[in-house]
């Protein structure tokens, strides 16, 4: 069986990959980066920041081989997650608040931004794990040629809340060989109360068509450690405000039934949960169960951690 190398790498050696930096790293100057279109000069000294509040340099919160992310992704080598700071989206349940809300981390440089790619994966990780990659992916294609320089050679992957630019993600065809999106909601009322964005279920369902189009369904190596492909995260929420049967149903019609799904339940209330009900609760095993049903009766059947 021959040697799995990472799509990045051809654009590289093309020199593809520095044409697609050059033009990413373009957009900051009139921030279109993300659906928010905010127009702000990131490379600039920022008085007036745009809704994610990150200025022409990365900001990473924090680095490490992560061993809590889905099982194709985490192997026995653990995903090497690289958690950036600040979000596009306001979830007013987020878990990681602190990063994504309060922007908890340090700027850092291109260089240093490849040095932890490198070190991640020098430390046994199998891939790695931008998460909340969205409003910084900008600075991480530009750091990516001279982590190739020194050794990078594991699947990177797009680990993104799900409210992208379609056009942004045509950028990075054959750049990343693994996204994994939330689909967060499956129409914009909640995500508009919850997420703050008006138009959220719009640009999730035709960013993941489009991530589904450029890398497929997800492969597994001989030893279940994924390869390339589309993973897609759904939260259930209490009282099925996610609105789970959507989002199951444009995935099993929309993008294929054989798409690997990670239900999860493991909702708890935090940051500002307890003022938005029915929120404030935990989500209970019937409504976990309930989405599995769901998923299944739309034609879903590769679900993260469960095997047929």
């Not at 294609?141 to 379609?166: K, M």
């Not at 999106?181 to 909640?190: A, C, L, S, V």
């Not at 994924?226 to 929420?237: D, F, K, M, P, S």
């Amino acid at each position: 069986m021959p040697v799995f190398t990472p799509s990045y790498i051809t654009l590289y050696e093309t020199g593809e990959l520095s044409r697609r930096a050059a033009t990413l790293t373009a957009l900051l100057k009139e921030c279109v980066i993300c659906p928010w279109n905010c127009r702000v000069d990131r490379t600039a000294p920022m008085l007036h920041r745009g809704v994610c509040r990150v200025g022409r340099s990365a900001m990473v919160a924090n680095f490490s081989p992560h061993f809590f992310e889905e099982p194709p992704l985490t192997g026995y080598g653990g995903s090497g997650a690289i958690f950036l700071s600040y979000c596009n989206l306001k979830c007013v349940f987020c878990q990681n608040y602190d990063i994504s809300h309060f922007g908890a981390g340090l700027e850092v440089s291109s260089e240093e931004l490849s040095k932890m790619m490198v070190m991640l994966q020098r430390q046994g990780c199998h891939n790695v794990n931008f998460v909340a990659p969205t409003h910084q992916i900008a600075q991480i294609i530009e750091s990516l040629p001279n982590a190739i320089e020194n050794g990078l050679s594991v699947p990177l992957v797009y680990n993104c809340g799900g409210y992208e630019s379609v056009e942004t993600i045509k950028l990075l065809d054959g750049i990343f060989d693994i996204y994994m999106p939330d689909f967060k909601y499956g129409d914009d009322e909640p995500a508009l109360e919850y997420s703050g964005t008006k138009d959220y279920a719009e640009r999730a369902r035709e960013s993941i068509k489009e991530m589904h189009r450029q890398v497929g369904d997800l492969v597994l190596d001989k030893n279940g450690i994924a390869e390339r492909g589309l993973i897609i995260r759904h939260l259930v929420l209490p009282c099925g405000v996610a609105r789970t049967r959507e989002v199951m149903r444009f995935v099993a019609k929309e993008i294929s039934k054989d798409s690997y799904v990670n239900i999860m339940g493991q909702y708890r209330p935090c940051h500002r949960a307890a003022e938005h009900p029915p929120l404030d609760r935990r989500v209970t095993e019937k409504e976990l169960a309930e989405a599995f049903i769901i998923a299944k009766e739309e034609g879903l059947h590769r679900f993260a951690g469960i095997t047929e």
